[in-house]
């Protein structure tokens, strides 16, 4: 089986219909995992979360940026290490309509598939042992690990043939280790890049084969809808997270 996996759209209508469009193109996918952070940061929470639902042959998890604009949205507690972007989720989670909360309340944190026999985990990133179902308020999610080397003994206590990650906006990455494969398929919507990234494996009972695979956008179109819609600390988002400080 071909599975897509894509991570960190942060409301970027513009990257992920780029990047559905060539996946649409690929007959042979026939399961797309998206693995988390489907809004914050970008403006088109209720874009993307359209896309998303719309679609039966999407399977979403929660990521921290998710459940941060949730948080907002039902007046719970947001977390002191986002305190930069609290103006900004709560922009969006005003404005974020109201029949994707139950939507978005429903979703895991992770999804463990059997894919032609083989055991999978979907995660937006490592959980603290302990901290699986904690609110996101406290701060579940591990620190990043900034390595290979770092990252394989991260998830050393998650079982799984496979392991699909996101969350750190580095660069892609691919790693066998321990007959296993470790795959974080980049970010999607926010990077210094006028490309979105996004994956696909090849799964058998024999082999497991990924890519790396991106795809051109407009960045400058989704830069300039920050300034255009006057939200709260935008500039911190393009100079920090989209590496643009001209808008």
């Not at 930069?84 to 969006?92: N, Q, S, W």
């Not at 901290?131 to 701060?139: A, D, G, P, T």
């Not at 990077?191 to 696909?200: H, L, M």
């Amino acid at each position: 089986m071909r599975i897509a996996l894509i991570s960190d759209i942060h409301g970027n209508k513009f990257a992920l219909d780029k990047v559905l469009e060539e996946i649409d193109k690929d007959p042979s996918i026939e399961r797309i995992y998206c693995l988390g952070d489907m809004v914050g940061l970008g403006l088109f929470s209720n874009e993307v979360l359209e896309t998303i639902f719309s679609r039966s042959d999407i399977y979403p998890i929660l990521g921290n940026h998710d459940e941060l604009v949730m948080a907002m949205a039902k007046g719970e507690e947001h977390t002191p290490d986002h305190h930069m972007v609290v103006d900004h989720h709560r922009y969006l989670a005003e404005r974020l309509d109201r029949r994707f909360l139950d939507r978005l309340e429903s979703l895991p944190r992770s999804i463990r598939a059997n894919i032609e026999g083989r055991d999978v985990l979907f995660i937006h990133y490592h959980l603290e042992k302990g901290m699986e179902n904690e609110h996101i308020s406290k701060r579940p999610y591990s620190p990043l690990a900034l390595d290979t080397a770092s990252t394989r003994k991260l998830f050393s206590d998650c079982p799984g043939d496979l392991i699909a990650y996101g969350h750190r906006h580095y660069p892609p990455s691919i790693d066998h280790a321990d007959g296993r494969v470790l795959i974080d398929p980049g970010s999607l919507g926010i990077s210094t890049r006028n490309f979105a990234t996004y994956a696909t494996v090849d799964i058998t009972a024999d082999s497991m084969e990924a890519r790396i695979l991106e795809v051109e956008y407009s960045r400058k179109e989704f830069a300039e809808s920050y300034p255009k819609a006057g939200i709260p600390g935008y500039e911190f988002i393009l100079t920090s997270f989209l590496g643009m400080d001209d808008y």
